[in-house]
């Protein structure tokens, strides 16, 4: 983590003056859109991709060398792709990032063994698992469009967290998102949390992204009705008490509900958006994109010997960096916004005060305990 923290200030000069090249910290693979829910809030299970093998994927990690630091292994549902355990090992024998993250809607059966194969090959990586939770019981169901699904995501966390005490590098989290379908039922939501035993609790905004298909969807919360319900979050979170590594986590977790709600209620950046330069998806096609929200193509690495600097240092991208430094684009993402904050100094140093600041400050039990628990991308 120090590693990341030295980069800060070469990032910064990086976005302001084109100097120096730098490769991303923050990696998001998407290796298939396949997906074995049906989400009111994503259509991505509809999309067929003539997406990269493994071979291919070898070849793309090893040019990024040692500069990503985090890695999420997106869908779709992650655990469709045939080769994800391959897939992070390759992540971890190029790359040797500290965290890989990788979300779930936990319906396989088979995702305890590809967790514990995943977690026992790449043990110097915190290995992230979070089960997505968007309602308790039949809620859960009728937003994910799957009968059965909550009782599939209890047996799957139950399993995990057994595996969890077993195998140091693993932490297991719950992660709702917020939408039209569930904001009014985040109490619930958090008090399910809170008694799982899950190492983390955590959100994030439904919004439109060109990646789901969900562009002119109307998905996302009301700007009032998202703020109540993540004022009841933060006073949530607030009442915890943390130590170690959990106190900068959730501290980071506050800031981020803080910025989504400034950024709907302002509809502004906020802060500096650094995605294009720190930040960056692989879709499941070989395409680059700076982010998932807006997706611009910034050019397949099949054309480009699977070299993922030709595209980072290429001419196509520098329209979409002016693009996105002028603010023209702003959103809540949060795999982005948790890079952003990093690099951000007011964020860095409001965490700052908070961390060193006498006494306890927030986050759940089992996280207070699991002090290896790193900051990382929640999607």
């Known amino acids: 983590m120090l590693g990341v923290l030295a980069r800060v200030p070469l990032f910064q000069s990086y976005r ?14 998407s290796p298939s859109p396949r997906c074995n829910s049906r989400c009111l809030t994503c259509n991505i299970w509809m999309k067929r991709e003539n997406e990269l093998n493994l071979d291919e994927w070898d070849k793309v990690l090893a040019s990024l060398g040692q500069a990503p630091y985090w890695f999420t292994i997106s869908g779709g549902e992650p655990f469709m792709f045939p080769g994800i355990v391959e897939l992070a090992q390759l992540a971890y024998h190029h790359c040797r990032p500290g965290i890989i993250n990788i979300p779930t809607n936990s319906i396989l059966s088979t995702i305890p063994d590809k967790v514990e194969r995943i977690a026992r090959s790449c043990p110097e990586s915190q290995l992230i698992i979070n089960l997505s939770l968007d309602g308790v019981g039949e809620k859960h169901d009728l937003i994910r469009g799957v009968p059965g699904n909550f009782a599939k995501f209890e047996e799957r966390l139950h399993q995990l967290l057994e595996l969890r005490d077993q195998l140091p590098n693993l932490n297991i989290g719950i992660h709702s998102v917020v939408s039209v379908f569930s904001v009014g039922h985040l109490d619930e939501l958090i008090a399910y949390a809170d008694q799982s035993g899950a190492d983390q609790f955590i959100t994030e905004i439904a919004e439109p992204r060109v990646e789901l298909d969900t562009v002119g969807l ?18 949530y979170v607030e009442s915890k008490r943390y130590k170690g590594v959990a106190r900068i986590t959730e501290s980071f977790r506050v800031e981020y509900y803080k910025l989504v709600k400034r950024i709907l209620d302002e509809q502004d950046q906020v802060i500096d958006c650094y995605a294009g330069w720190a930040s960056a998806q692989i879709y499941a096609d070989g395409t680059v994109w700076p982010c998932c929200v807006r997706a611009d193509n910034l050019g397949n690495l099949r054309d480009h010997h699977y070299d993922f600097k030709e595209i980072w240092f290429g001419e196509k991208i520098k329209e979409v960096r002016r693009s996105i430094a002028a603010k023209e684009c702003h959103c809540p993402l949060a795999n982005a916004s948790y890079t952003n904050m990093l690099i951000d100094p007011p964020t860095l140093t409001r965490v700052g005060l908070k961390v060193i600041a006498p006494g306890d400050i927030p986050v759940s039990a089992p996280e207070a305990t699991k002090t290896s628990e790193p900051i990382a991308p929640v999607s």
Request: net charge neutral.
């Open 16 to 29: 302001r003056f084109g100097w120096p090249h730098l490769l991303p910290l923050n990696i998001t693979l």
């Open 218 to 235: 109307p998905i996302t919360p009301s700007p009032e009705a998202y703020n109540a319900a993540i004022d009841r979050l933060i006073a």
